[in-house]
C-alpha cells in the first residue's frame, strides 16, 4: 500500500496543481465557446483580452491603488466594456460574411492590443504580488500542500464555470440566448433585441477573459505574451472539446490542464505539447470533438 | 494564359530582372522568398478556401532543415532546400491528413494548434540551437560548381527559384486539378455530389502547399544564413495570411504586391520595434473591414481582367 501510494502521490500532487493550468483553459474555451456559440466569430483576440485583464489590474493598483478585489470587479468591467466597443463598431459589420472574416479581424486586434502593451511596458513582464488575504499557509489537502492562492483560482473558476453555465442553461434569460443561437430572425420577430443580445454577449465573453487575466496576474507574471501562449492551447481545447456544448468545453479544460500536470510527472519536455498531441489523437479517433455535434 | 496575366508576368519579370541593380540584392531576395511563401499560402485559402493558421511550421522547418543540411551535413545549397522542402513535405502531408478532419473555424485553428506544436518542439530540440538558432550557415556553391557567397549570384538563383515556384503553382491554379479546387471552395456538397473525391484534393492541395513553404523558408535560410525560432514561431504564419489578404486573396499576383509591400514596410519601421506589430494589425483590421479583396483584387475588378 505504502509503496503503491509512493508512486501515485506525485501523480496525484502534479494533477492537482494542473487544475490551476485548467481553471484557465476552462475560463477561457467557456468565453470562446459563447461567443461563438451567438456570434459565429471565432474570437482570437481573446489571449489579448485575457492579458489585458491582467494588464488591467496591475494599472489599477499601481496607478489608482485599486487592489486585487476592486480589480477583479473593475478590470473585467473595463475590458468587457472595450469588447463592446469592438463589437460595436467592427464585429457587427461581418456578421454577413465567411467565418473566417471574424477571425482574420480579431488576430488583427490581437496583433494591436499585443503590440501596444509591449511599447507601452516592454515585453519582460511586471510583477503582480499575491493578494494580502492569500499570503496565509498553504491548504492542506493531505496528500500534499497547495498555495492557498492556487487554491482559491481553481475553487473560483468552477464557481464562475458552473455560474455561466447554470446562467444559460437554466435562466430564462439564456433561453432566449439559446433560441437566438437556433433561430435568431424569429427569436428578434419575437420583439427580443437579438443585435443587443450580441453585443452583450460578446462583451460578458471578453469580460469573462479579462477576469481570467486579474486571476492569472499573480500567478504568472504580466506581461504581453501571456495572451498568445494561452489562447492557442485553448483553440486546441475547443478543438478536441468542440464549441457546440458549454459543459463540454468546461470540462475539457479542466481535464487537460490535469492531464499537462499528470506529463510533467512522467515525461515533463511533453508537457508543453501534450495538449497538441491530444488534439490530434481526438482527431483521428473522433473528428466531430469529444462534446461536438456532427 | 490570359493577355491581362501574360503583361502582369511581364511586368514582373522586369522588375525582378531590374530590381538588383537599383535596390539591395538582399532586400530583394527577401522579398521573393516570402513572396513564395504567400503564393503558397494562396493556394490554399484563394484556391481551396482552406485558411491555414500554421503555415510557419513548414516555412520554418523547411528554413531549419535546409540550415542544417547545409552547415552540418556539408550539403550543397541546392540540396539543402530539397531537403528542406521534402521536410516540409512530410510535415505537411501528417497536419494535412489531421487538418482536413474538420472545416472553416476548426481547421484554421487545428492548424495554428500543430504549428505550435512544433514550435515547441524547435525550442526543445538540439538541433535548432534554442534561442540562437542555426546562425553562419553557408551559401556554399550551386551544385558545387557556382560559388553564391556574392549576393549578385545568389540573387539570379533566388530569382530563378521563385519564378520556377511561381509558375509551378500557376500551372497548378489553371490545370483540371485546380479548377476542382475551385469547385470544393465554392460548393464542396456539390463537388462529392459530381464524384470528386474532396478530401484527396484537399489533401494534396495542403502538401502542395506545404512543399513551396518549405522550399520558401530553405531559399531564405540560405540567403540570411541563419535559421531561428521566428521562422517557426505563430506570428510567422499571420504574415502568410496578412501579405495574401492585403495583395488580394485568390488572385495570382496578389501575394507578391502583398509580400512587397510588408517587406518594406518592416524595414523602413525595424527602428520603431514593436509598433510593427500594431500597423500589422492596424492593416489586418483595415482589410477586412474595408478592403477585403486586396490591392490586386482591386484592380482586377477596375480592368475586369483576372491577374
Request: proline share 4%.
Amino acid at each position: 500500500m505504502s509503496e503503491l501510494w509512493y508512486e501515485l502521490e506525485p501523480f496525484l500532487q502534479q494533477g492537482t496543481l494542473g487544475l490551476v493550468n485548467g481553471a484557465f483553459y476552462a475560463i477561457l474555451s467557456l468565453g470562446l465557446a459563447v461567443i461563438f456559440g451567438m456570434l459565429n466569430v471565432v474570437n482570437f483576440a481573446h489571449g489579448a483580452q485575457f492579458m489585458l485583464g491582467a494588464f488591467v489590474a496591475w494599472m489599477l493598483l499601481n496607478w489608482a491603488g485599486i487592489g486585487y478585489w476592486g480589480a477583479l470587479v473593475l478590470a473585467p468591467l473595463i475590458v468587457g466594456l472595450l469588447g463592446v466597443v469592438i463589437e460595436r463598431t467592427m464585429i457587427a459589420r461581418l456578421y454577413k460574411l465567411d467565418h473566417l472574416y471574424g477571425l482574420l479581424l480579431t488576430f488583427g486586434l490581437a496583433l494591436i492590443i499585443e503590440g501596444t502593451m509591449r511599447n507601452a511596458f516592454g515585453s519582460s513582464g511586471l510583477p503582480y504580488q499575491v493578494p494580502e488575504a492569500f499570503r496565509i499557509p498553504p491548504v492542506d489537502l493531505g496528500y500534499m500542500l497547495m498555495p492557498a492562492y492556487r487554491f482559491w483560482i481553481v475553487i473560483v473558476s468552477l464557481v464562475v464555470c458552473f455560474g455561466t453555465w447554470y446562467a444559460i442553461e437554466k435562466t430564462k434569460l439564456g433561453s432566449y440566448l439559446r433560441a437566438a443561437v437556433e433561430r435568431p430572425q424569429l427569436v428578434q420577430a419575437f420583439g427580443i433585441n437579438v443585435p443587443l443580445m450580441m453585443t452583450a454577449t460578446y462583451g460578458a465573453g471578453v469580460a469573462l477573459a479579462a477576469f481570467a487575466g486579474v486571476l492569472a496576474a499573480p500567478v504568472y507574471s504580466v506581461n504581453p505574451a501571456m495572451g498568445a501562449n494561452f489562447i492557442i492551447i485553448v483553440f486546441a481545447v475547443v478543438v478536441i472539446g468542440g464549441m457546440g456544448s458549454i459543459l463540454g468545453s468546461i470540462v475539457t479544460g479542466y481535464i487537460l490542464g490535469v492531464i499537462e500536470g499528470f506529463t510533467r510527472v512522467y515525461y515533463p519536455e511533453a508537457s508543453a505539447t501534450v495538449v497538441f498531441v491530444i488534439m490530434a489523437i481526438v482527431l483521428l479517433v473522433r473528428p466531430t470533438g469529444l462534446f461536438g455535434r456532427a | 494564359m490570359p493577355r491581362s496575366q501574360a503583361i502582369a508576368l511581364a511586368l514582373l519579370v522586369a522588375f525582378i530582372a531590374a530590381a538588383p541593380f537599383i535596390l539591395f540584392p538582399v532586400y530583394v531576395m527577401k522579398v521573393l522568398c516570402f513572396a513564395l511563401y504567400a503564393c503558397a499560402f494562396n493556394l490554399l485559402l484563394g484556391y481551396a478556401g482552406l485558411l491555414s493558421f500554421g503555415h510557419a511550421a513548414y516555412f520554418g522547418m523547411g528554413s531549419y532543415l535546409s540550415a542544417h543540411a547545409a552547415k552540418i551535413w556539408g550539403f550543397t545549397p541546392e540540396l539543402a532546400i530539397l531537403t528542406g522542402g521534402l521536410t516540409a513535405t512530410i510535415l505537411g502531408t501528417a497536419f494535412g491528413y489531421l487538418a482536413i478532419r474538420r472545416q472553416g473555424i476548426y481547421f484554421a485553428m487545428i492548424t495554428l494548434a500543430l504549428a505550435q506544436m512544433v514550435y515547441f518542439f524547435c525550442v526543445q530540440a538540439p538541433f535548432t540551437g534554442g534561442e540562437d538558432g542555426i546562425q553562419a550557415v553557408p551559401r556554399g556553391a550551386l551544385l558545387g560548381v557556382l560559388d553564391l557567397a556574392p549576393d549578385f549570384t545568389l540573387y539570379w538563383v533566388v530569382a530563378g527559384l521563385f519564378l520556377a515556384g511561381f509558375l509551378f503553382l500557376y500551372r497548378i491554379v489553371h490545370s483540371p486539378f485546380g479548377q476542382v479546387l475551385k469547385a470544393i471552395r465554392d460548393n464542396e456538397a456539390r463537388a462529392i455530389s459530381l464524384g470528386y473525391r474532396s478530401d484527396d484534393y484537399k489533401l494534396l492541395a495542403f502538401v502542395l502547399s506545404a512543399a513551396i513553404a518549405g522550399i520558401a523558408g530553405g531559399t531564405k535560410a540560405i540567403v540570411f544564413q541563419i535559421a531561428t525560432l521566428t521562422d517557426v514561431n505563430w506570428p510567422m504564419s499571420g504574415e502568410a495570411v496578412l501579405m495574401t489578404l492585403l495583395g488580394g486573396i485568390g488572385t495570382m499576383f496578389g501575394p507578391v504586391v502583398g509580400a512587397l509591400i510588408i517587406v518594406t514596410l518592416q524595414a523602413e519601421l525595424a527602428q520603431f520595434g514593436a509598433w510593427v506589430t500594431v500597423i500589422q494589425g492596424v492593416i489586418f483590421v483595415g482589410c477586412v473591414l474595408a478592403f477585403r479583396r486586396g490591392v490586386i483584387g482591386e484592380l482586377q475588378q477596375a480592368i475586369r481582367r483576372p491577374l
